[in-house]
């Protein structure tokens, strides 16, 4: 049984950080591409972060600079270090799986953790 778990979420103020992590379970970690996206109520959930299986790293516009992905492979964990945060980035936060080779068949989804950026 697939598991993507995500913690780290939390209430920060506006300029603070935050270091989310999904720690992955029932899946051979290494071999899937992992990511992070974001929601917000009545928006479509969009893509924030993502690292595939060479750590090649891509971001959103938005969070250019702010933001690093990280992937550890022994540990079966990914993270996202959030610097600079705005009140914009809140959102709920999820992690994504998917196998690098098998795409949507093996794609997969945490249940997410909220993330409030307000003073």
């Known amino acids: 049984q697939v598991q993507l778990v995500e913690s780290g979420g939390g209430l920060v103020q506006p300029g603070g950080s935050l270091r989310l992590s999904c720690a992955a379970s029932g899946i051979t970690f290494s071999n899937y591409v992992m990511a992070w996206g974001r929601q917000v109520p009545g928006k479509e959930r969009e893509l924030v972060a993502s690292?595939?299986?060479?750590?090649?790293?891509n971001y959103a516009d938005s969070v250019k600079g702010r933001f690093t992905i990280t992937r550890d492979n022994a540990e079966n964990t990914m993270y996202l270090q959030m610097n600079s945060l705005k009140p914009e980035d809140t959102a709920v936060y999820y992690c994504n799986a998917k196998h690098y080779r098998l795409g949507p068949t093996y794609n997969y989804w945490g249940q997410g953790t909220q993330v409030t950026v307000s003073s």
């Open positions: 690292i595939n299986i060479g750590e090649r790293t």
